[in-house]
C-alpha cells in the first residue's frame, strides 16, 4: 500500500507531491554518488534547483477533515524512502520499507512531527524545533519537520519558526499545515509553497472507513454522510458508540427548545457534555502521564511515592498543562458539538428550498422535516447565523455557557 492511499479524494495533491518526492530523492542519490566517489561526506546536499518539483518549506491548507495532517506524514515518508524499487522507476513513498513504515508510525529518527493538545505553541517549544531543524538527517535521507498546528503558533513563535524558513539548512524540509493561508504570518506563507486539499467526497471516506477500519459499509455511509467528508470525525463515529450518542442528543436540541426553560437547560446539558468528554479524555491520558512522570523522578508505584527534594516543579508543570488540555478539549468537542448543529439547520434549509442536495442527517430526517415544516428559509438562515456566532463568541473567550445560552434563545427566536 503506497503512502498515499489515505489521502481520500486529493489525487491533483498526491501527484504534485509524488513529483517533488522524484525530484528530492534524485538530488539526495546524486549528491550521494557524488560524495562516494570522491570521497567525501554526504552531510551538505546542494539545495534543489530551481526547476526542481521540491522545495524546503510546505504549506498544506484545507478545511478540517480534508487530511492535512494525512498528507504531510505522507510526504514526510516519501522523502524518507528507501524501497530498491526506485532504481528501476518506481516512485518513492511504496509504505513498506524501513523509512516509509517508520515514518507512518512516527518513530524514523529524522521525522518530528509536532501537535499540540494545548490551546497555543509558544516561543520555546518553537526554538526547540528551529534547534532541531538545523541538525543533519542521523540516518535517513532527510530532516523532516510536520507542524500539524502551524495555525496554534503564537505571533513570537512564528516569528522564531520565520528566521528558519527563510535560511532553510540543508536537507530540511518543513511542513506546516494550516486550515487557511490566512493562519500564518504572510512572511512565512510566502516562503512556502502551498498546497490546498479540498474536503473529501463522502462516498470515498465511507470506502476508506471500510477499506481501511473494517467497518460495516451502511455505518460507513452513514457516519461518512453525517460528517460531510471529515475522515477523522467520521472514523471517531463509526468506532466510538459514545460519541454518537453525544451527537445525537445534540440534533434533539432544535426540538427542546419552546420556551426560556428548554433553551437555558438545552445550553446547559451542552456544556456538561463537553466537560464529560474532556473529563473522558484526561482519564485516559492524565494518569498515564503523571505514573509516567513519577517514574522518571524516582517515585513510581511501590517506592514509597514520595517526590524526590526539588521535582515538585516538574509536577505542577505537567498538572498546569494538563488544565490547558483539558480546557481545549472542551472547547473542541463544544465546537464539534455546534458544527453537528449547525448541520441540522443547513438540512432544513435544503428542505425548504427543494434543494436536491443529499442530507446529512438522514438518521435524523423526522426531526429535520419537522422543524422545517414549521419555519421559514429566514428564520433558518438566522439560526444558522446565530451557530456561527456562538463559534466567534467562544473563540474570544466568551464564557462558554453564556455563549451557548445566548445561541439557544437565538435559536427559538429564530
Known amino acids: ?36 566517489s570522491a570521497g567525501a561526506s554526504v552531510g551538505a546536499a546542494e ?24 498528507a504531510a506524514r505522507a510526504f514526510a515518508a516519501a522523502l524518507q524512502c528507501v524501497s530498491p524499487d526506485r532504481a528501476l522507476g518506481g516512485a518513492p513513498g511504496c509504505g513498506f520499507c524501513e523509512g516509509c513504515h517508520t515514518s507512518l508510525v512516527g518513530t524514523h529518527a529524522d521525522v518530528e512531527v509536532v501537535r499540540t493538545d494545548l490551546l497555543s505553541i509558544g516561543v520555546k517549544e518553537t526554538r526547540d524545533l528551529v534547534r532541531r531543524a538545523q541538525l543533519s538527517p542521523a540516518g535517513g535521507r532527510w530532516q523532516v ?8 503558533l503564537t505571533e513570537g513563535a512564528g516569528n522564531v519558526l520565520l528566521k528558519a ?39 470515498a471516506v465511507a470506502d476508506l472507513l471500510v477499506r481501511r ?34 451527537r445525537a442528543a445534540v440534533l434533539k436540541m432544535p426540538l427542546r427548545i419552546d420556551d426560556v426553560g428548554g433553551c437555558l437547560k438545552a445550553a446547559q446539558e451542552l456544556i456538561d457534555a463537553a466537560a464529560e468528554d474532556a473529563k473522558q479524555v484526561a482519564e485516559e491520558i492524565d494518569a498515564k502521564e503523571t505514573e509516567e512522570l513519577r517514574a522518571a523522578l524516582g517515585a513510581a508505584a ?84 446565530a451557530v456561527r456566532a456562538c463559534r466567534e463568541a467562544l473563540d474570544r473567550n466568551v464564557a ?10 437565538a435559536l427559538r427566536a429564530g
Open 1 to 36: 500500500m503506497a503512502v498515499w492511499d489515505d489521502l481520500v479524494g486529493q489525487d491533483r495533491v498526491a501527484s504534485q507531491l509524488t513529483a517533488a518526492a522524484r525530484d528530492a530523492d534524485a538530488l539526495v542519490t546524486a549528491v550521494a554518488s557524488g560524495a562516494a
Open 47 to 70: 539545495a534543489p534547483p530551481a526547476s526542481s518539483k521540491m522545495t524546503h518549506a510546505w504549506l498544506f491548507t484545507g478545511p478540517p477533515g480534508s487530511g492535512r495532517a494525512a
Open 145 to 152: 519537520i510536520v507542524l500539524e498546528d502551524a495555525d496554534r
Open 165 to 203: 524558513v527563510e535560511e532553510p539548512a540543508p536537507r530540511t524540509v518543513w511542513l506546516l499545515c494550516t486550515p487557511s493561508l490566512e493562519d500564518v504570518l504572510p512572511t512565512i506563507r510566502s516562503r512556502c509553497r502551498l498546497l490546498t486539499l479540498r474536503t473529501p467526497p463522502v462516498d
Open 213 to 246: 477500519d473494517g467497518i460495516e459499509p451502511e455505518l460507513a455511509a452513514t457516519v461518512a454522510r453525517a460528517t460531510q467528508g471529515h475522515v477523522d470525525r467520521a472514523h471517531r463515529l463509526a468506532t466510538d458508540e459514545r460519541a454518537r450518542a453525544r
Open 302 to 385: 511501590g517506592t514509597g511515592g514520595r517526590l524526590p527534594r526539588g521535582t515538585a516543579g516538574a509536577m505542577k508543570d505537567l498538572q498546569d498543562r494538563q488544565k490547558r488540555r483539558a480546557t481545549r478539549t472542551q472547547r473542541d468537542s463544544l465546537d464539534l458539538a455546534l458544527t453537528d448543529l449547525a448541520g441540522f439547520y443547513r438540512d432544513v434549509l435544503a428542505l425548504q428550498f427543494g434543494s436536491r442536495t443529499a442530507l446529512a442527517n438522514t438518521d435524523v430526517q423526522d426531526a429535520v422535516e419537522r422543524i422545517a415544516a414549521g419555519s421559514k428559509p429566514e428564520r433558518t438562515l438566522r439560526r444558522i447565523e
Open 400 to 409: 462558554p455557557l453564556l455563549a451557548v445560552e445566548a445561541m439557544t434563545m
